[in-house]
């Protein structure tokens, strides 16, 4: 039998570094030159080589189109309008293994509990991990658990005993201390370029490799939990742009500005980088890989100092590594997506040349260039600068010595090759003049505008699910598992007291147990929930028509009143409510008291004038008898 090795900490550092400079080693030639352009591209910043006097710009314009930042938030805009559309209900949970409604119930809602409260403030996380995957081509998700403990002192009564006789003769009071484990899951969106993966992963497979994780810590966060060698790292503190080898890291470190530094600063407030390394290691001896971590502090050239041994995950299939790397535009067998930046590239780059070319035409055309005679006796360098009511000295000013060259005026032909340029964003982006506020082709019909917004829709449709499968629906799938782990019975008696009303305090079935098990996480995208709704409205709106046809027959004697048959359209009406999250229907419900039947007041006895439909108010002063109807049709007729 093997015998098992020892971990010493300078392999554990050895492995660290190794795996560290090889991830951003290939990353820095394969990936980081596609991300400073597609920040440059999105900031409205030309690029270095774009030198001023070049054959794109014709020497003169720097106007840089903001069509793909624009591009790029309209897109996150439609994105968060459709994840929010019901913030309250963003998990979704399908029916799986025959679970029992009811504890689908319960787990839904504690996990979108979760979402909508402190810590996670999962909207702003979202928001900056879409926007990540559209810029650079993934967005980041770090879910784990925060573990604490805390001490609290308590009384404790102690019965004083008579040692004669054993008999309780009074009470002391005894002043105890004792550990609180307190647990809060966390979402956090973690900046691209600190997240480090293999070169041979993909993005489905990323989390089966080493992962690296780089964090910028204080030493006084360092010392509450707990690490060790803190002594070693007194030469490792870092500034604000001091990443030499990160071209990303340096870029935002510019945008971001020096570190702030006072008087009364400490030792305690200076900052290291931790290197947190997600792995599969032998730990036991036993020739297996185990899920596993540790943690080193360093430079930014790479990890140097053990913090934190070598530890077995707990929960090895979901939470660890704790990372979730999503994509809006996945690529097979690669890590890393397109970003939106890329795909638009040349034609931002066309955009810039067409518009800055456009402008020197125009100001050609209204300052002409000037033929002059050679044998002229002019003050040139007047005539070049010529402003309105200059003078121009010169002998001879015949109208031969000087005219203006003439040139062709070429804004038409400028403009129809930047409708051809937006057409081309259209095809690359799925977003169509239209849907970004400009006004559309002259020549385009409205039908042919709103085939346009259907297939963009379709089409964004596409990146909103990549989105929710690889970024959404794995992070809720963490959180559960955190939930299942940790979870209190009293935080979820707490919830579904809360939320749904229940009591589940039971003393031989805790509620932490209703949770166990295994549930088919989804995100609840508003487009569903809108395409629900659109339905019904519609059903709605044919429904009311078929009444209204309906009761001018019965009214005009067409119709026998006994044959007539209406369409409910205030039970439609309620299953939209339930869709958009309200859940107390009859809080929108009102009961009209309806006078009795007077003669006279119908062409036909017992038929109200006017059925009652979704969507209209209730006339009091109707007639409401009606005997030979079902009560949801009398409801209606009202």
Known sequence: MAKKKKLLEEDLIK?????FVSSRTWREEKISPRWRKDNNLYDGVFEPNEKKKSDVLLGQGRLFIPKT????????????????FDAEN????????????????????LLNYRLNSHPIKFYEEALEACQDALRNKIGVFKVYPDLRTRKEKYLVQIPKIDPDTGIVIGVTEEERE?????????????????????????????????????????????????????????????????????????????????????????????????????TYMDIDGKGLQDSCSFVCAGDSSGPSILLRNVEKNELPDAPNPPFVMGTAYPEAHKAYGKS???QVEGLQKETNAIRNQRREAVALALR???????????DLMKLVNRSISSVIMGDDISPSSVRELEISDPTNQSIVEQNRTDQDFYEATSIPPALMGMPSSSEETATGVTAHV???????????????????VPAFNKLLMLEQRYCSDEYIQLVTGRVLGWNLSNDQFPASQIIQGEFELTCEIGMNKQAQVNKWLLLIERGNIANQ??????????????????????????????????????????????????????????????????????DAGQNASVNSMNPGMMEMMQ
């Open 15 to 19: 492995h660290a570094s190794e795996v």
């Open 340 to 342: 939106l930046p890329e």
């Open 90 to 109: 963003i998990v979704g949970i399908r029916s799986w293994k025959n679970i029992p409604s009811e504890t689908r119930e319960i787990v839904k809602t």
């Open 454 to 472: 259907s297939n963009a829709n379709k089409k964004i449709a596409h990146v909103i699910r990549n989105l929710a499968q690889t970024l959404f």
């Open 549 to 618: 046809t309906t009761m001018g027959l019965v009214q005009s004697g067409v119709m026998n009143p006994a044959q007539a048959h209406f369409v409910d359209t205030m039970k439609m009406f309620h299953k939209i409510l339930p869709i958009l999250g309200e859940k107390d229907i009859q809080e929108y419900m009102i009961q009209a008291q309806a006078p009795p039947p007077q003669e006279g007041s119908s062409p036909v006895k017992g038929i109200a004038s006017q059925p009652r439909m979704a969507g209209a108010p209730i």
């Open 368 to 378: 002409k260039p000037l033929l002059v005679s050679r044998g002229a006796n002019l």
């Open 69 to 84: 930042y624009s591009t790029v938030n309209r897109i996150l805009v439609d994105l968060l309008d459709v994840y929010f």
């Open 178 to 278: 004792r550990e609180i484990e307190e647990y809060d899951p966390i979402i956090e969106c973690v900046p691209y370029e600190d997240f480090f993966i293999h070169s041979r992963a993909t993005w489905k497979t990323y989390n089966k490799y080493p992962i690296v994780h780089r964090v910028k810590r204080s030493l006084d966060y360092l010392k509450r939990r707990g690490y060790k060698n803190l002594d070693k790292i007194d030469g490792l503190f870092v500034g604000g742009s001091d990443d030499v080898n990160d071209e990303i890291k340096q870029q935002r470190a510019v945008e971001q500005g020096s570190p702030f530094s006072t008087t009364l600063q400490t030792d305690a407030m200076k900052e290291v980088y931790v290197y947190e390394l997600w």
